[in-house]
């Protein structure tokens, strides 16, 4: 490969999935990180909140074209002040941050690590961040061949519809289920149950498992397929194996994460929460508080991570065992912030 390479030159599997998440549009540096480039910035441009419509005003028209032809171009508030849509202003700046923010970095991952390492709150939209995380993955897992892992790595960037049927712990997309609810779509395996305001409605999304694995490839981009996550089931250990890539790939860290049923350790030094319910609900196991069999049936996965690096740990968690967990809301809603299995383990301090 040479020293920068397009990323369709480098999909190493020769299958091709998630074409929406630009990763086509980037490059890759020696390192293996991806570079912005101004394809991939105009991308942004032609979002809807952003691409003229039939009634923007002239000032606005030439503002695009301009970034259009040179999307780094510097953009001042008395041009800016030529848009006469106030909203469209907004829409605007709002690109222009992310832009600025993007090219203020060497590479997109250390522009993400940079939103969560700073001390002050991302003033990017979640959306944004959301598929910032998608791409990242995309280099993640480049050349991967499986498509269980693919669906797996859907939790990092897309809030998914847990169904307890029948002793399964069932995963849908949550815009997918909405959607579909909605307007009655119709799929194959598995079904899923959503309530509404007026009735409970059926909803039937194929369930990805080893025997259909490769119907994933052709729809990937519509995130319309199911998986189990039980323990011992596969989506469970490919979810785990993206946990391991994302920090290998982003911290340079080799850890080994197994699924778990419970934590029964007296010495439990460690915890991630993977999302905010996760965290409440490890922090009062840790702490020794009372739960409920509600909070506990929140639980959608626990795993056991050992760092193989000591040296990459503080001292006193060396040979010890982080726990890391994932938890629904009590409405059936998972939303996982991959940013915390970055910012929040005990790494040692770096020279």
Known sequence: MSPMTTSAEARRAGRDYWRSAGYHLLQRDEAGRLTVTPDFLRAYLTRPEVHPVEDSCAGERALFEALMEDPLRAVGETELARIADPDARDNYRVVLRFRDHLAAHATLEAAYLALFTSGQPPAIPPVFIDQMVHVILCNVLDGTRDTLRLRAAELFFREQNVSLRDQRVMLADEEIVEMYASTGGMGGLGQLLVDSATATRQVSLDVLDEDNAEIYWERSDRFDTVIDFRFTQPALDAFARVLEAWLRHLLGIE???????????????????????????????????????????????????????????????????????LAMTRGGRLRMKPQNLLTNLPLAERG
């Open 255 to 325: 850890a080994r994460i197994q699924p778990m049923q419970s934590i029964r350790d007296e010495r439990w030094s460690w915890h991630v929460g993977l999302d905010a319910e996760a965290s409440r609900i490890l922090n009062a196991l840790y702490n020794g508080d009372e739960l409920g069999m509600v909070d506990l049936e929140q639980v959608v996965g626990l795993f056991r991570m050992d760092i193989r690096d000591r040296k990459a740990v503080r001292e006193a968690m060396r040979g010890k065992p982080v726990y890391l967990g």
